[in-house]
Each structure stands twice: as structure tokens, then as C-alpha cells.
């Protein structure tokens, strides 16, 4: 997991630095991917689970209540002091990331969900070589008793596969965009135009299942030219 952790690391760098240029009230500005919260809600979330984890604090059946008690405890703090707490939490983030990736792909994804909020896209801003394998293996376990085959992404030059057996659904995107598709911030519409071959309906209803799509565009943009 050393990767992983100076991956989040550089990720956490990133979000630092553009939360840092914030004007003061673009911290209450509603994050579209996540209506329920603030750019400051957002920001609460990526630094208390990490500090939740490692100290202990861990969902007991109730992980929506989890969650929202995590944003709630952090609603209150100065948002400097919320940044110097999750600057200051590298080894509960190592040791949480030493079990699993999963610390390391939320925070992949609210990245980019922080960068719409704030208008300041930049889908440069992951490290493809471990995003894509990671989010392809999450899609393997979501997809594992479904009987709908893997599936397939296609950017450029580049194949990745959530797993060994026939390709379901083949979407030919960017993996920026892959990556923002596979985690449910593109609409059911948005999912079926994508460019690919494939049973997408198929696989749209599982995406919903596992994380409800959003029912308006989040009107983001690949900022990359393919």
C-alpha cells in the first residue's frame, strides 16, 4: 500500500492547496455530487474519517448515522483547523490505507466532486496507473454475483478490465471519466451515451443499485483533450 498512501498523500496536498485559495464563501457552496453537504461538509468528511478510523470509532450497523455523525462533529471548527488535523493524521491514514484501499478511492472521488463544486476541474489531477486498477477492482466486487460479465474501458491506447471473463459493457471514455462514470456521478442518460458496445441498461441498474446516480447532470467536463 505505499503507493496508495503517497498517492492520498499528493491528493490530500491538492485539495489542501485549493481549499487554502477558497474566498471565504465558496466554503458554503453545495457540493452537486453530494447535495447534502458544503465544500466545508466535504472537507469534514475527508478528514474525520481517517481520524474516526484511527482512533478507534468505527460503524457499529448504522453507516449512514456514522458518517453524518463525522461531518457533524467537524460543522463547528474553523476550516484551517480542520486541514492542520488531517495534515497531522499521517499514521492513522498509513494504517488505515495498510488494510484497505477504499480511504484511498473515496478520496479520489471527492476530489473531483470538491473541484466542480468550486469550478476549478482539472482531470489531471489523479494517478491513472493506481486509480483505474483500483476502481476496476471495485467494480469486480460489486459486479460479482450478477452474471453480466466484466467490464471494459477503453481510453486511447489504454485497456482496462474489472475481470477475466467476457466483456458486458465496453465504454470507450477517458479515465478521468471512467473513474467519475464507475462511482456514480453521471446520470443514467449520461451512462447510456457513452461511446462503447455492451448491455449499458444492464449495468446502469447495477451502478444505481450499489450507489443511487444522480438525477441531474453534474455538468462536469474532461478538461484533458483525448
Request: aromatic share 6%; with cysteine; proline share 6%.
Amino acid at each position: 500500500m505505499t503507493d496508495h498512501l503517497e498517492a492520498y498523500l499528493n491528493t490530500r496536498d491538492r485539495i489542501c492547496t485549493v481549499v487554502r485559495d477558497l474566498p471565504a464563501n465558496s466554503l458554503d457552496a453545495v457540493v452537486p455530487a453530494c447535495p447534502e453537504w458544503s465544500v466545508k461538509d466535504l472537507i469534514g468528511h475527508v478528514v474525520g474519517l481517517p481520524a474516526a478510523i484511527g482512533s478507534g470509532n468505527l460503524p457499529d450497523g448504522d453507516l449512514d448515522g456514522w458518517l453524518r455523525g463525522i461531518v457533524d462533529e467537524r460543522r463547528s471548527q474553523p476550516i484551517d483547523d480542520l486541514l492542520r488535523e488531517w495534515e497531522g493524521l499521517d499514521t492513522a491514514i498509513a494504517a488505515t490505507l495498510s488494510m484497505s484501499d477504499a480511504l484511498y478511492g473515496d478520496l479520489v472521488v471527492h476530489e473531483h466532486d470538491l473541484r466542480a463544486a468550486v469550478q476549478l476541474p482539472d482531470s489531471s489531477s489523479f494517478d491513472v496507473d493506481i486509480v483505474l486498477p483500483m476502481t476496476m477492482s471495485a467494480a469486480s466486487y460489486w459486479l460479482r454475483d450478477t452474471g453480466l460479465g466484466a467490464i471494459e474501458v477503453r481510453d486511447v491506447d489504454r485497456v482496462w478490465t474489472s475481470g477475466d471473463g467476457p466483456i458486458g459493457w465496453s465504454i470507450e471514455v477517458s479515465a478521468w471519466e471512467a473513474v467519475r462514470a464507475l462511482n456514480s456521478r453521471r446520470t443514467a442518460d449520461e451512462l447510456r451515451s457513452l461511446p462503447g458496445a455492451g448491455s449499458a441498461e444492464l449495468f446502469i441498474a447495477v451502478l444505481d443499485g450499489h450507489l443511487p446516480l444522480p438525477q441531474a447532470s453534474l455538468g462536469e467536463v474532461d478538461t484533458l483533450p483525448r
